[in-house]
């Protein structure tokens, strides 16, 4: 372990330690115990079967925010620090593998969240709510949680590895912050239900939440293992092609980026992205020896080699859980001046879908390149999105590719320029 990230970590426990003195007659003045033990109960027991999990971030939300808000408004902000802290201690990740000063660590910045958080809750609710149902203080206490708790562990990351990649690290906020919305709704449900109804109505409002869940979650699961089998396929390819090695798997992944700056649904987002992820799965049934040749292709070669995005329709369109967006497939050659294959669709008449892919699909092959052209490099590549901006690409989304590329999204793939050199001169001609 570095020493500044020993420094940070000490830091932290000694601040704890200050707000839990400062606090510490709270601890004796506290008269709700029912409330409190309760909201532990649920604290914990909602960390540790985690309720909503996205399969293709690998985020799960957690429910520690939707008891929390219940916490601020029933018991003081000390308790709701110890509450929170201990509540969220999981067995299945951190007793099981005890590291002491991770475990402290966890506890700390919880507890300094939450503290924070409960104590803008009290401070805000005259303010903002005066008697009202406290809409307006939960979400200035749950922000304040988010920001303290995250903010506290981006140090750590960033502390613990320096060459950890600062834009997924942003991108993986962003994803956690849409769960923070979620999250303050089924807070303030839970709350309505609490102050209304008592604590049978809140264990009920989970335990609907719970099945609302298992019935997403098996759709999810379904979708999931079906894209599971469709990606052995893809290794099938990937095996036939060595050039291609990855390539699906590598264009879902800036998808993800490029429909995280588009204007879509979240639901739109995640099928595009995990129909990328077998975009070319129509190439299992063109012929081997035309796939691996590095030979320029004949006509008629090409020809073959186009049909894969009509191959990869046929195959999947009678499929019910996926054939929404299959068309991204059928148009993901297609190009914004209608100069593309298979049918010459121009400009908005592509779907949205197909027109992210292409730009994605392209940025693989000038990342890796092909047995006929090097890799690009960043530069090169940033001037080739803009030349082809309107041509092959639409506009719109040419320019959010490139800004996607200077902000340095994809700064970990690119190769550099001796590499490239290198992977030249070793290309045969
Ligand atoms: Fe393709
Ligand atoms: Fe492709």
Redesign the pocket.
Known sequence: MGKKLKIYLLIIYLISLLFLLILFPEFIHESRYSHVIFLFIVTFLMNNFSIFFNYITRIKTSMTIPVLISAFYFINPLWVGIVTALGTITFKEEIKYFVWYKFLFNRSSIFLASVSGALVFNLSRSVLDGNTFPILSALMASIVYFIINNFLVYIVINLADNDVNQMSLISYFRELSKNLITSYFIGLILLASYINFGKSLFVLVIILLFIIKDFFYSRLQQMNSYTQIIESFLKVIDSKDHYTEGHCERVANYTYHLCNEMNLSRAKSEKIISIAKI??I??IYVDDDILRSSDKLSEQEYKEIKR??EY?YQLLKDIDLINDELDIILY??ERWDGRGYPEGLKGEKIPVGARILTAC?SLDVMITGRTYKPPMTKEEIIAEFKKCSGGQFDPEIARKMIQLIKDGYFDDKFKSEEKIRELELSLEY
């Open positions: 975009h070319d129509g190439k894969h995005t990869g993901h050659h699909d």
